[in-house]
């Protein structure tokens, strides 16, 4: 049993950061709203750094890791908050979609994000994985989106495009999906305990800053400690989807997208409040995590749907 | 990242269990909760057959009479221990979870030669004496005096939640020997024998019916010079290196115990009759339960995350108060919802399923309590995880 990350995992996870933080500073994530959540340049350092490819065999041109390494990934992903469909692409191009962004989606919901940005939308359904080019379909943009950058369509017409995979494959993909959205969760969810520490460390009232009253402190620890709990949960879950777990993959997944989707909109909203009148200005980056936990949360199954399948389990 | 178990720690599993599964079913039947002799004769007697086979002190160093064995192996143990059904530490809770330790790592060779090969063999019974009624979360600032007189520390004051006090040999006592030095610098460390005179136990009844918590009085008790552990005025330091013995597994049986108790009370939901069907038709409830085991599989996650860390820096990480707090978090919600799903079968404490989960609901109120409230564990996490300042007293 080695629960830990290793010398390699730990290089991979700071290399990630780096990039983040080169390409991904906050000012050019929200320059980003300009241009549908995606832009040109920054997407070329993702692909070129082997986001979309890591998971692929080395003889097709990828890195060949693991599921874990993914999750180390896109837990630094969701921390930097890039926007984009991220995991869509990463999921479908591992199990042999085009080499174009594109976008994941449920057959059966109204709202499609990131439209104008995708070449190609995976609609899933109770047949498998469908390939539809963007432009062949009907949909209206949403004027005023949650998360100004996850931008939505509300889709008024869909063909039912050309198969990629069947229906189990198609599970497949959900699964690693909901592994590596969780995954950002925890990235955001961790951010949000940084955002709020930082700020309860420099903002002074009655004299002294305000990280130093219990009333504060006690929100900060609680968003730690939701994190720490969450990471676990879904570096377990990566684990069981290489095959070296130890207990139920299923369980694993739905237990781990349940408490990272929980930690990371808890946290927002605390973030939020730790920020005080702050927190409620666009300026203070605050909201951008909150809503865009709101959207992830929502994404591939919400808490009630995963509350479900754990009660089912037992 | 693995978290398949090695083939030398499967043996290890097969070994414990096989033992296991032959040594459980020769325990005599568990006395009543009120017969504090005959517990303290059960307990020892399982410690002493655990000593016989050579899994007593399964994670104390070799050298000082444990199984030396690894944090995993300490972890497939209790994993093990659970799983049949085996009793847990019970009085010798104290002695083998913490007065050991600490005479491990600041007792001199004669304190350890004349008190570990007891605990592990349980012939001797330890209690904690350490709060006072008015150090609580402030431990530090305890009161019970000790003065030098001659060879002897004489002390005088009163202690309370010393579990087990009224069947211990000895207890490890926290004493202010000097009254005029800043609070953490005036502690002392020493060992207490029980026998002697001027000590008077008072069991205190908890919330649970029980009384494994007393309070103790000391009047003008003589505990020889010989029995101090560490250096005069250095007892908060001392009191403080056991911790870090802990590698994360403190918790393990507790967390295990509560993973049964969610199966169960899930089982229960199924039967319990509840206007057409039953209490599993309440979506509300089933969710919380879902919340729930999803809780706990996390934090059984984070201790192989804990002790694996361990393994590798040697040195516990951040993972203690961060579990004992979201620990306390998720029995509450247990305990609750339990009390929720049971309606009025709740109010009969002696009918058997039902009754252990009340018995958690009413223990969740001590778990956020004991070993440091949730709020301390949060100040914990602040100050220390965190680095935000202390709040100005």
């Known amino acids: 049993m080695n629960f830990d990350l290793d010398a390699d995992e730990r290089a991979l996870q700071a290399g990630i950061r780096d990039l983040c933080r080169g390409v991904f500073p906050m000012s050019h994530v929200r320059d980003l709203e300009a241009s549908g959540g995606v832009r040109a340049d920054s997407w070329r350092a993702l692909v070129d750094a082997g986001v979309f490819n890591l998971r692929r065999s080395e003889a097709d041109g990828g890195a060949g890791l693991a599921m874990t390494a993914a999750v180390i990934v896109f837990e630094e992903l969701g921390r930097a908050l890039v926007p984009g469909p991220l995991v869509d692409t990463h999921v479908t191009r591992t199990r042999g979609a085009p080499e174009e962004i594109l976008v994941l989606h449920d057959r059966q919901e109204a709202m499609i994000p990131y439209l104008d940005v995708a070449n190609v939308v995976a609609a899933m359904d109770a047949e498998g994985l469908w390939l539809i080019r963007q432009n062949e379909i009907a949909a209206q943009p949403v004027p005023q989106p949650l998360d100004p950058l996850t931008p939505m369509h509300r889709v008024t017409s869909m063909p039912q495009g050309r198969k990629l995979v069947d229906a189990a494959e198609s599970a497949a993909i959900r699964t690693e999906a909901t592994v590596l959205t969780a995954a950002m969760l925890v990235g955001i969810a961790s951010a949000e305990t940084d955002l709020a520490v930082a700020y309860a460390k420099e903002r002074k009232q009655f004299g002294r800053v305000i990280g130093s009253f219990q009333a504060v402190k006690h929100i900060c620890a609680d968003m730690l400690t939701r994190a720490e709990v969450a990471r676990a949960a879904v570096y377990a879950a990566g684990v069981h989807l290489d095959g070296n777990g130890d207990g139920d993959t299923a369980r694993a997944v739905t237990g781990a997208k349940l408490l990272a989707s929980d930690a990371a909109f808890a946290n927002g909203k605390a973030c939020v409040q730790v920020h005080g009148g702050m927190g409620f200005t666009w300026e203070i980056d605050a909201h951008l995590y909150l809503k865009r936990a709101a959207v992830l949360a929502a994404s591939f199954g919400s808490s009630d749907e995963h509350a479900e399948t754990m009660a089912a389990s037992l | ?393």
């Open chain 2, 1 to 393: 990242m693995d978290l398949r178990y090695s083939e030398s720690d499967e043996r290890f599993r097969a070994e414990v269990r096989a033992w296991l599964s032959d040594a459980v079913p020769k325990l005599p039947p568990k006395p009543g909760p009120h017969d504090w002799a005959a517990r303290r004769a059960w307990d020892t007697t399982w410690q002493r057959m655990l000593h016989d086979a050579g899994y007593a002190g399964i994670n104390w160093p070799a050298e000082f009479g444990g199984r030396g064995a690894s944090p995993t192996e300490h972890l497939i143990f209790l994993e093990e221990c659970e799983r049949a059904g085996a009793p847990y530490v019970g009085v010798n809770f104290v002695g083998l979870l913490h007065a050991g330790p600490t005479l491990i790592a600041e007792g001199t060779a004669e304190q350890k030669a004349r008190h570990l090969p007891k605990i592990l063999s349980g012939e001797e019974v330890w209690c904690q004496g350490f709060s006072e009624p008015g150090a609580g979360s402030d431990l530090a600032s305890l009161q019970t005096r000790a003065v030098l007189d001659g060879d002897h520390y004489v002390v005088n004051g009163q202690k309370i939640w010393t579990s087990f006090a009224h069947v211990a040999d000895f207890g490890e006592l926290l004493v202010r020997t000097d009254p005029d030095a800043p609070k953490h610098k005036g502690i002392t460390w020493l060992i207490l024998p029980m026998d002697a005179p001027g000590i008077e136990v008072r069991p205190l009844r908890t919330i649970a019916g029980s009384s494994e918590f007393s309070e103790v009085f000391f009047t003008d008790v003589r505990i020889p010079v010989e029995n101090r552990v560490g250096n005069e005025n250095d007892g908060w330091r001392v009191a403080m290196v056991t911790f870090s013995f802990e590698r994360g597994t403190a918790f393990v049986g507790e967390l295990l115990h509560s993973m049964k108790l969610v199966s169960s009370l899930a089982e229960l939901a199924r039967k319990i009759p509840r206007g057409d069907g039953t209490v599993w038709d309440d979506a509300g409830v089933r969710r919380e339960l879902g919340h729930i085991a999803a809780e706990l599989d996390g934090l059984w996650h984070l201790t192989k995350k804990t002790i694996t860390e361990a393994e590798r820096t040697g040195v516990p990480g951040v993972g203690g108060s961060v579990f004992k707090l979201s620990y306390s978090e998720v029995r509450h919600k247990l305990g609750d919802l339990a009390m929720k799903v049971l309606g009025s079968s709740a109010f009969a404490m002696e009918d058997g399923e039902a009754a252990d989960h009340v018995r958690g609901w009413i223990h969740a109120m001590s778990i956020s309590i004991a070993a440091g409230t949730s709020q301390i564990q949060r100040n914990i996490v602040g100050e220390r995880v965190l680095g935000l300042p202390k709040e100005p007293s």
